[in-house]
């Protein structure tokens, strides 16, 4: 293992296994991690790839810092050249009628476990005064989302710590830059009970495409990057109309049962 090293988190599927893809193309020694099985199948794919580097692949709980310490402990004393925190976790349907404890999962997984990866991964790129971050907001982070309140305010709270986080390492040779896609062809919809709303039954950007742009943009130490024309209009938007009008219009795409109007 001697080339460059990245870790890629959520890499099972979708973004985060899209964004892996990045990496083992351009000959990264690779550690993925997910909290689920299917992240060794993800790794087995990755290492199909021509000239890929070495790929290991870790099933951790990333909601939990003691998930968090077992995916850095098998990195056994080696520098992380690129951090890709992608991991995340969705909820859909009325706030006040979900499972506190899958309202807990979203925030522990896109907050807690995400923070205190940043936080230890971070340290080490500035002690070392070399690396990269992806850190991948939404573009949901600038919206109230009615019916998917708890994973729009992670999302916003993803968003301001990345670009807070760019600029305390304004004078270091570490780069932090925010991909912020939209709905994007993956799993997140089905785990979050979201197929029978608007938005979960839109057509959504292919994951490939979302992760080539973040890929790229992070690759350049861009600050942030919105993934399509139709979102970053979106976005800018979001930037000037009130909040309650966002609220009642994202009530529109993720009310469950809007997929049938």
Do not use: W
Request: aromatic share 4%; with cysteine; net charge negative.
């Amino acid at each position: 293992m001697t080339g460059k090293f990245a870790i890629v988190t959520g890499a099972s599927t979708g973004i985060g296994l899209e964004l892996a893809r990045c990496c083992a193309k351009d000959g990264y020694d690779l550690l993925v991690a997910a909290n689920e099985p299917a992240i060794e199948g993800a790794a087995g794919a990755l290492r199909q790839e021509k000239g890929v580097g070495n790929i290991q692949a870790v099933n951790v709980d990333l909601a939990t810092t003691e998930g968090v310490d077992k995916l850095l402990s098998a990195l056994d004393g080696r520098s992380v050249d690129v951090l890709m925190a992608n991991a995340d976790r969705g909820l859909g349907n009325d706030f006040l009628d979900q499972d506190f404890s899958k309202i807990r999962e979203v925030i522990d997984t896109n907050i807690l476990g995400t923070t205190y990866l940043l936080h230890k991964v971070g340290k080490e790129m500035r002690n070392g005064n070399d690396g990269r971050i992806l850190i991948t907001g939404s573009i949901a982070g600038f919206t109230p989302g009615s019916f998917q309140a708890v994973y729009n305010a992670s999302k916003a709270y993803l968003n301001s710590l990345s670009f807070a986080l760019r600029e305390e390492l304004k004078d270091t040779n570490v780069t932090v830059t925010c991909l912020m896609p939209s709905a994007t062809e993956t799993e997140f919809f089905r785990r979050a009970d979201m197929l029978d709303t608007k938005i979960g039954a839109s057509e959504k950007d292919d994951a490939a495409m979302v992760a080539l742009i973040g890929y790229k943009a992070m690759v350049n130490g861009e600050s942030d990057v919105v993934s399509g024309r139709k979102n970053k209009i979106q976005s800018a938007v979001a930037n000037v109309l009130p909040n309650e009008l966002l609220a009642r219009q994202h009530r529109k795409q993720a009310e469950p049962g809007t997929a049938e109007k």
